[in-house]
């Protein structure tokens, strides 16, 4: 059966004493808490040594939130997806749709992360969502399926089983407008069908489905209670222990 998974993106946020701090903070309340899910924190790649040093990451694992989408050699200021396994880390976040605006990642450059990813031994946490005017539009379950056909969908069974999938409507994310319970499990549900079209019924429900977008501790059990959400991947909540166990507890 599926993985509950809670997945702290801190962006570009916190220095290295404070980011240092904060995974101090997480790793003492789980190794006193018995939490029914998986827990990550994304890191800015210059604090993933220095954080997965200071924590178990047994129990908080470590994620970077990009990786570059080569292997190695004359990219200057990339970081590869094996460097970011040399420090510890477990995860990269790749696609998530600050990349995908900000810095031009499309279907071609994301396969080649994910590629790399998994042949470093690192999970994806791969992000898909839509844009406000594709949810307008009513079309959002055709866009999503198809970010996926374009990308994941095309891995082979054995590596597609490796990696964790978020949906994050663009229009909720550090908004404050979430996606209603509603909207969150009837898009997931349209992942996880297309996923058994892609692969079958039994990889679809091995496969976790995070949600992410405005996700606090105030509305946390109403998305995980969904038959399909898996989980969250949290952006500003994730950036004090107190809003992030809450969410984590949210199961
Ligand atoms: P948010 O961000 O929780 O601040 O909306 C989520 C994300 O972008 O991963």
């Known amino acids: ?9 801190w962006k570009m946020n916190k220095n290295l004493s404070d980011g240092i701090a904060l995974a101090k903070e997480l790793d003492a309340e789980l190794a006193a808490k018995d939490v029914k899910c998986d827990v990550v924190i994304g890191v800015p790649f210059i604090h993933l040594a220095s954080v997965a040093a200071e924590v178990d990451t047994t129990k908080l694992g470590v994620s970077a939130q990009n990786c570059a989408a080569e ?3 004359a990219y200057t ?10 420090t510890g880390a477990g995860y990269v976040i790749l696609g998530h749709s600050e990349r995908r605006e900000y810095y031009g990642e ?3 450059i994301l396969n080649k992360k ?3 990813a998994l042949e470093n031994g690192l999970t994806p946490i791969y992000c ?3 844009a406000l005017e594709i949810r307008e539009s009513g079309t959002q379950n055709e866009y999503v399926i198809n970010q996926l056909k374009d ?6 069974e054995e590596d597609f089983k490796k990696i964790i999938i978020a949906y994050e409507p663009i229009w909720a994310i550090g908004t404050g407008k979430t996606a209603t319970a509603e ?11 297309a996923i058994a079209e892609a692969y079958s019924a039994e990889i679809a429900d091995n496969t976790s489905i995070l949600y992410g977008g405005s996700c606090k501790p105030s509305n946390a059990k109403e998305l995980f209670a969904n038959p399909d959400v898996d989980g969250g991947l949290i952006g500003g909540a994730s950036l004090t222990s107190a809003d992030f166990m809450g969410i984590v507890t949210a199961f």
Request: glycine share 8%; net charge neutral; with cysteine.
């Open 1 to 9: 059966m599926r993985k509950n998974v809670v997945a702290g993106n």
């Open 71 to 73: 292997a190695s050699g």
């Open 77 to 86: 200021g990339e970081v590869s997806a094996e460097m970011i396994k040399s």
């Open 106 to 108: 499309n279907s071609e």
């Open 114 to 116: 994910v590629a790399l």
């Open 128 to 130: 898909c969502g839509e």
């Open 151 to 156: 990308t994941v969908f095309k891995l082979s």
């Open 183 to 193: 909207q969150a499990q009837e898009m997931h549900k349209a992942l996880r069908e």
